[in-house]
């Protein structure tokens, strides 16, 4: 696998031509939710899962966690990230799915990051490739569940991501950050049966999220365009 080889420096310069890149491209980036973030205990680590619709998922959460004094890394398609090799510098690092020897280590690496440093969040896109957003049901690896049986305790929160068009030539963003919770690790595990909770959630937060957006109940999102 490929490992992360993080730069601040470059994470900066990063962040200034990402930023620009979204404005340039989106309309707006909507969120709600992010004082949910403020509830974790600064002494466990974070794990991310979020749906993945479209390219530019890990573009719009990398922006968001600037917001945060998070340590954050990303796991990402090893083919992607070959072709994309400065991202290591951003924290990503690399998973092949298919074969699970090579998956494995991707999981040990994301928990040992976990555990290095409680600021830490690690960002994993669990469906493992792009899908359309209301394809149902939605199904997750179990690399998400194991991640977390494996660094024994951490938080764990869901990231909803939609793209719409409404009254503006340039599509808009919107994303829900859902409730963050902790998980202790007490012997009595279940990585499946975790798994299938974890799906269950980022589709009612999906489905939450395209409600309020068909309803047009958005008067609660931040805009951080």
């Not at 730069?7 to 309309?27: A, G, M, Q």
Request: proline share 4%; hydrophobic share 40%.
């Amino acid at each position: 696998m490929l490992e992360a080889k993080k730069s601040k420096l470059f994470e900066k310069i990063f962040y200034v031509y990402n930023h620009n890149l979204l404005k340039r491209r989106f309309h707006s980036l909507n969120i709600r939710g992010s004082e949910n973030f403020s509830t974790k205990d600064p002494n466990f680590p974070l794990l991310i899962y979020a749906n993945h619709s479209s390219w530019w998922d890990g573009l719009v959460i990398f922006e968001i966690l600037q917001m945060f004094a998070f340590e954050n890394y990303f796991m990402m398609e090893e083919k992607q990230l070959k072709n994309l090799p400065l991202f290591r510098k951003l924290g990503a690092f690399s998973v092949i799915r298919e074969n699970p020897r090579e998956s494995l280590k991707s999981i040990n690496y994301a928990v040992k990051k976990l555990k290095e440093n409680p600021k830490t969040a690690v960002v994993i896109f669990p469906q493992g490739e792009i899908l359309p957003n209301d394809l149902r049901p939605i199904k997750f690896f179990n690399g998400v569940s194991k991640i977390i049986e494996k660094s024994e305790k951490c938080y764990y929160v869901s990231i909803a991501v939609r793209y719409e068009f409404l009254n503006y030539f340039k599509p808009e963003i919107f994303v829900n950050i859902g409730s963050v919770k902790k998980i202790e690790n007490n012997g009595n595990y279940e990585y499946k049966k975790l798994t299938n909770e974890l799906e269950l959630e980022l589709t009612r937060d999906l489905d939450k999220l395209k409600e309020r957006f068909v309803s047009n109940k958005l008067n609660d999102f931040e805009n951080l365009l």
